[in-house]
């Protein structure tokens, strides 16, 4: 008699202890350490970080250890991770005014307080493989600067002087917080903020370029991209003040819009957002542009019925973990479903008459 | 056990999914959101499902896992020993003697008795979204009752092929009210879900929606007064290890010559039977 | 005799800019009332509130319903709006597209308003559409294709049908001849001209086109920059207009 497929519990035991053997490689190369990791692989490290939404650089390392290299895999075993743990409260925001600065630019002005820096940067490298790094060549020291960093106010505050940049609202209430609450809609600009810092990198960069390239056009300059470490603190209020706690690598962009201006308003300049855990700057730019579309309602701009401006579409898409897990998911069985569906194909066809057609393997 | 709360989730989550659950009992049909949590199964494989069983569990529980009808697909197995493993509660494969089953695209053949919960993994919640995309739209229309549209799709079925051709995920009406989604299972369970004595809790994970049907809910498959629903699977045929009549069934492809066979997709049901049969032989 | 619409001083601004002011008009059943002026006079917005696309700022519109008389519609829950919308109101877009499902079939984008009242019978329910559609000139062989296998003028048509068949005390039209070439229109009119005589319906109808009111509209409300400059019988304010703006609406429509 045929039995169904069964021992489902022992394949799932066997295919794991093959993926433990797949994942260490060959033996006889030395396995790679999570401090390896982290200091080497530094941006794979921040991606994960970023979209994982939990800042710990060496859990994100063994993260990407576990997942093979996976980003998305990684990312999923971060969330995983982070929604196991106690949540004690909120912190203040950062003073990403204040950030200890790696790299400032400013595609606007030529000059502003604080200076250009380009920092630890691919831009102007020429993408020439460099052999010697297969070889292990020994890497000197960058030059070092003679003095810190004068204070680097953002550059975009230079503006808000003249009433020339809009000015943003301070956030009094509550910050949502998608991962506490469901998300719905419509969805306030500080919970797509959110979405979009979890968002995926690939999936923001791609709607970025779209309303580059005019579905959702409206034209944006780098006004300023920064990186560096800020102070994270809290207000404890059984101790009456406040402590500092860490000290993260972020990075942000303020994209600079134009805005027509309308019947009641006068024109403007206005901001797209992009803040990143770690460094990542083509993400925190893509962020800062699709924030920036999706603002087109609230301004009152056409409606193109580009992807980038629809909140429902760019929100309900931009997590991978979701989208990774339900893409995925069709690998399941759906024998069942398949089966309803083979009735119904065979009920359509014979009462088409297709019964009368030969049927090849009977 | 292991250094995570009883059934994963801290008790704060537990409360707050506890607490849409009592919420969409108390108006059946209707899509509940809740804040879903990250699990560490991926979206799309049941983690409403888990966290509506979560929530649910209490230690002394029996639970039982299906998929397909099946306990040992691999996805029912690995949902069952995650349970196994961070609850510690027993597992069964009798669905007379589970308190609590949690299920994709399936309910069981054997009548569920008050008492018993069933949970359900739910990919799309919303009956209405492959005919409007937006959930700002798509939740006015439920507030509205606005569900010309879903019939509309319907007439369309029979228009082009004489009748409602959709197999599975068969929308129906709560209780007159809420046009619901009864998740992936084959419209031939569809009748399982009218007045059950269990509880039937819905879990969309990735969509952060709970639904549920109360014991003793009226749930009606939608249809037309001269095209009325009729539950289907496949026909002619008996299982081929119970000899069942009226169960579902899973088409087997035997050999490469054409050869198939049928056989219960309810593996506890067909066990069972086969069991009885061969101790009254 | 009842009222079916009284409007009320109706005004809806945009900011600092008119969109209608202090609109007052009563409709009587079986009457056509034509709205007229160029784009931007306020004769849309006007239709917008009026149908409850828009809300007006200040104003009343009273509606003589077939279940509760009258009522402001103004005034009612979203629920009672929409279901008024699927009863007793019926809204022509100038664009089909906008009034029909392009990707649903004719017979059922004119049976989803049955089935919106809770029509349950998949027979009387294509019965009644073909019924409909060979009214606005739809061959029923065509019933299970899609409005975009159709022409625009069939478009229109479709969407005709599925406003009229379920009966709508009140019909609003915007620009329906609009999108259409000038042969296309001619037979739509003609069309339109049957259902409302034959019927008795009540119309709420806005165009630039006087040809298109002189032909339907048994009343003419003349408007400019949001207010409405003249109103009176079509023939009389057409062939003997008060107003300059009218004197020169209609004598460039002469010179055309």
Redesign the interface.
């Known amino acids: ?2 039995v ?6 022992r ?2 035991a066997n295919a794991h202890a093959w993926l433990d053997e797949a994942r260490r490689g060959d033996r006889d190369v030395p396995e790679l350490g999570t401090d390896q990791i982290r200091e080497q692989l530094s941006l794979a490290v921040d991606r994960v970080m970023a979209e994982g939404s939990l800042y710990d650089p060496e859990l994100a390392a063994l993260a990407l250890k576990q997942a093979r290299g996976d980003t998305i895999e990684a990312v ?1 075993l971060i ?2 991770f ?3 743990l ?1 949540r004690f409260g909120g912190s203040l925001p950062v003073a990403t005014a204040d950030m200890q600065i790696k790299r400032r630019i400013s595609a606007t002005y030529k000059d502003a307080p604080g200076g250009q820096v380009l920092g630890p940067t691919f831009d102007y490298t020429h993408r020439l493989l460099d052999f010697g790094l297969a070889e292990g060549r020994d890497v000197p020291p960058a030059p070092m600067a003679e003095t810190g960093l004068e204070s680097a106010p953002h550059i975009l505050s230079h503006l808000g002087g003249e009433g020339l940049m809009q000015a943003e609202p301070d956030g009094a209430g509550a910050v949502p917080d998608l ?8 969805a306030e600009r500080a919970l797509r903020l959110q979405a979009l810092a979890r968002g995926d990198e690939g999936f923001l960069l791609s709607l970025a370029y779209s309303t580059q390239r005019g579905y959702g056009r409206n034209h944006a300059f780098v006004g300023e991209l920064r990186i560096g470490a800020v102070r994270v603190s809290a207000h404890l209020p059984e101790l009456g003040f406040d402590i500092e706690f860490a000290e993260i690598v972020l990075t942000e962009c303020e994209s600079v819009n134009q805005f027509q201006g ?3 308003a006068p024109a403007q300049f206005t901001r797209g957002y992009g803040l990143v855990f770690g460094q990542s700057e083509r993400k925190a730019i893509s962020m800062a542009l699709v924030d920036r579309a999706l603002r087109a309602q609230e301004l009152g701009e056409d409606m193109s019925g580009a992807p980038a401006q629809d909140a ?1 579409f760019v929100l ?1 898409h931009c997590d991978n ?2 989208s ?6 069709i690998k ?6 398949f ?6 194909v065979r ?2 066809r014979r ?1 088409a008459g297709a019964d009368a057609l030969p049927e090849a ?2 | 056990m292991t250094e995570y709360n009883f059934a994963y989730l801290d008790e704060a989550t537990k409360r707050m999914i506890r607490r849409a659950l009592l919420k969409a009992v108390a108006i059946p049909g209707y899509q509940v959101p809740f804040s879903s949590r990250e699990m560490p199964m991926p979206y799309g494989w049941g983690t409403g499902g888990v966290q509506v069983t979560a929530a649910c569990l209490v230690p002394e529980d029996s639970l039982k896992v299906i998929d397909q009808g099946a306990d040992d697909t691999t996805n029912a197995v690995s949902i069952r020993s995650f349970f196994e493993k961070v609850a510690g509660v027993a597992t069964t494969e009798s669905t007379a003697d589970a308190s609590v089953i949690q299920t994709r695209h399936r309910i069981p053949e054997a009548p569920l008795v008050a008492g018993q919960i069933l949970v359900f993994q739910v990919p799309i919640p919303e009956p209405l979204r492959f005919l409007e995309p937006r959930e700002t739209e798509t939740r006015t229309m439920h507030a509205l009752e606005d569900y010309g549209l879903m019939q509309v799709r319907l007439y369309e079925d029979i228009a082009r092929h004489g009748e409602i051709a959709r197999a599975y995920a068969y929308p129906v009406k709560v209780e007159g009210r809420y046009v619901m989604d009864p998740s992936p299972i084959p419209k031939f369970d569809n009748p399982k879900l009218n007045m059950s004595p269990a509880l039937q809790l819905f879990g969309a994970g990735r969509e952060c929606r709970i639904y549920a049907l109360p014991p003793f809910t009226r749930v009606e498959s939608l249809d037309f007064e001269d095209y009325p629903f009729t539950p289907s699977k496949a026909a002619g045929h008996d299982c081929a290890i119970c000899g069942a009549q009226d169960s579902y069934l899973d088409e087997v492809i035997t050999d490469d010559s054409g050869g198939r066979m049928f056989v219960c997709s309810d593996t506890d049901y067909c066990a069972t039977r086969a069991a009885q049969m061969e101790a009254n032989a | 005799m009842t009222p079916l619409l009284q409007v009320e001083g109706l005004s809806k601004r945009y900011g600092a800019h008119i969109g209608c002011a202090d609109v007052d008009f009563t409709l009587w059943p079986g009457e056509v009332m034509g709205i007229v002026g160029e784009s931007g006079s306020g004769k849309s917005t006007l239709l917008n509130c009026l149908a409850g696309h828009l809300a007006p700022d200040t104003g009343r519109v009273i509606l003589d319903t077939r279940a509760h008389g009258p009522r402001d519609t103004l005034t009612m829950s979203e629920p009672e709006r929409r279901w008024l919308a699927r009863t007793d109101w019926a809204f022509v877009h100038q664009n089909p597209r906008d009034g029909l499902r392009m990707g649903v079939s004719a017979g059922g984008n004119v049976g989803e308003r049955l089935m919106a009242v809770g029509a349950r019978h998949y027979g009387d329910i294509r019965a009644q559409a073909a019924d409909w559609l060979t009214r606005v000139e739809i061959d029923t062989a065509r019933m299970d294709d899609r409005p975009s296998t159709f022409s625009g003028g069939m478009q229109q048509r479709v969407q005709i049908a599925r406003n009229l068949v379920t009966g709508p005390r009140l019909v609003f039209m915007d620009e329906p001849t609009g999108g259409l070439d000038v042969s296309v229109q001619a037979r739509l009119l003609d069309l339109l001209r049957g259902l409302v005589r034959r019927l008795g319906l009540s119309v709420v109808i806005v165009t630039h086109d006087l040809s298109v009111v002189r032909l339907l509209a048994d009343r003419l409300m003349v408007m400019k920059d949001g207010h409405v400059v003249e109103e009176g019988l079509t023939d009389q304010v057409l062939d003997d207009p008060q107003h300059g703006y009218t004197q020169l609406l209609v004598s460039s429509v002469l010179h055309v």
Do not use: N, W
């Open positions: 008699m045929y169904a497929v069964k021992g489902g519990a394949a799932i999923f969330r995983a982070r929604t196991t106690p991962t506490r609450d469901p998300l719905e809609f419509p309308s019947k009641t429902e309900s973990i979701q990774s897990g339900f893409l995925e998911h399941l069985p759906h024998y069942v479903d089966q309803a569906e083979l009735e119904l009920k359509l009462a393997a009977e």
